[in-house]
């Protein structure tokens, strides 16, 4: 596959990001691969990268069940909704598009501080709802985040809950998309074997994160990253209807 040393500063990148911050891989991932191709390659790319942190994150936590219980709801409403959008890959200007707006909307609901809570009682229509709107922007753009994240912090879990929500939340919508895309015919044995690549700059990335983590200010350093994916997310909106 052309542009191998490309695809591996920009996993390695992701990487760094992901262990800074706890998420971001495939949200800067796919910001940056598309840039060089479509993203329905760059979504295949994540899967094994993905999976792999992701699952890690999930399992480092605490008790996985309890957790999986109150958010079982919303794991298949990300599912069926992944699943039901997988058309849109099909359609790489509109996929551009919802990539390049989800980054301007992600970017300016953190910069903007924008919180809300939601009631416990809501919780029984809302999770699956929020689960099948991640799906389906995650069959359009291969990102994961939204409006999953913004959704596990409005529902009052403590900070070591919400990381190993956020990880169970991006393994199952990885999971999801690699089924997704397989049913399309869309992983391709390159792209595949490529994704198994992607894996070690990735973790080797994650570790550089977490060492960095350690000396910088993370709040100086997500400011900008979400500098990032606003410039990035301006540049894609445009570039898709242009």
Not at 87 to 96: F, I, N, V
Not at 150 to 163: F, S
Not at 180 to 193: C, H, I, K, M, V
């Amino acid at each position: 596959m052309e542009n191998l040393i490309y695809i591996i500063f920009v996993f390695a990148l992701a990487g760094i990001v992901k262990g800074v911050t706890g998420l971001g891989l495939p949200t800067l991932s796919m910001a940056l691969l598309t840039l060089v191709m479509s993203p329905m390659q760059a979504a295949g790319l994540l899967i094994v990268p993905s999976l792999l942190t992701n699952g890690w994150q999930l399992l480092a936590g605490g008790p996985v069940y309890p957790l999986w219980e109150r958010l079982r709801p919303m794991m298949l409403g990300i599912c069926l909704g992944t699943l039901a959008g997988g058309l849109l890959l099909r359609h790489s200007g509109m996929a551009t598009a919802t990539l390049g707006l989800a980054l301007v909307a992600y970017a300016l609901m953190n910069i903007c501080s924008v919180q809300w809570k939601v009631a416990e009682h809501d919780e029984h229509w809302l999770s699956p709802l929020t689960g099948a709107m991640t799906g389906v922007l995650c069959s359009a753009t291969g990102v994961f985040v939204l409006p999953a994240v913004p959704y596990l912090q409005a529902i009052g879990l403590r900070k070591d809950q919400l990381v190993q929500a956020m990880g169970m939340a991006f393994t199952v919508s990885t999971m999801a998309l690699a089924v997704s895309l397989a049913a399309q015919d869309a992983w391709q044995p390159e792209l595949a074997g490529m994704s198994f690549v992607a894996q070690l700059p990735a973790l080797a990335g994650m570790w550089a994160g977490q060492r960095i983590r350690r000396r910088m200010d993370p709040l100086l350093f997500r400011k900008c990253l979400l500098a990032v994916f606003l410039l990035t997310g301006v540049y894609l909106t445009i570039k898709s209807f242009t």
